[in-house]
């Protein structure tokens, strides 16, 4: 099974698809977190991205583009690909079909995720992860029960992104409405979109999502 995670920052992209990582055995793709690691290798990549990103904007095509098809040369993501944050452009979404195509595979379906602008600023702004298992916390609505400690594996250290503040969220945002959720109209044509609501809480949309997945 390929599918897309479609859904402006802050959405829950990243914590729906690691939950269907573990439940259906398939591959979390996301280029956000390509490209992160990219910037932190100092690769001519993410030479090229890491200004990009840290305004808010959009990385090229071609170097998204290139990340994924390199990405989809692994034999692990023959197992099926969740893409997170891939496609975001009506030249990405072109890339992808051609990409399958050319390796015979199909994309099942894409879950676009609905939420309320004025939320996701608050969201993403304070949002961190366990720098040991990625354990997504929160500022206000999700605090580790013991302070300081990661409820899932003990560790304690913690980190946050970068572009995670509340000026560069609305960058990303305007980059999501001008480029990103155009996309929602080419998959609809597909007969392959799948919307729920992104604003109930973590269980209830991963429960929405297996729904019209089955
Ligand atoms: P994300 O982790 O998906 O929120 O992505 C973080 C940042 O990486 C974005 O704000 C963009 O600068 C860049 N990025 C990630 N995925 C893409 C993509 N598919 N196309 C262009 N830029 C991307």
Redesign the pocket.
Known sequence: MNIILLGP?GAG??TQARMLTDDFGLVQL????L??AAVAAGSEVGKK?KA??AA??????EI?IGVVADRLDEPDTKAGVIF??????AA?ARALDRLLAEKGLTLDAVVAMDVDDDLLVDRVAGRFTCAACGEGYHDTHKRPVREGICDNCGATEFKR?A?DNAETVRS?LT?YHADTAPLIGYYTGTGKLKTVDGMADIDEVAGAIRDVLA
């Open positions: 920052p992209k990243g996301s280029t956000g977190d490209l992160r991205a990009v990103m808010g904007e959009l990385v090229s095509d998204v997170d944050g891939f496609p975001r452009t990405q992104r572009d990303r980059a």
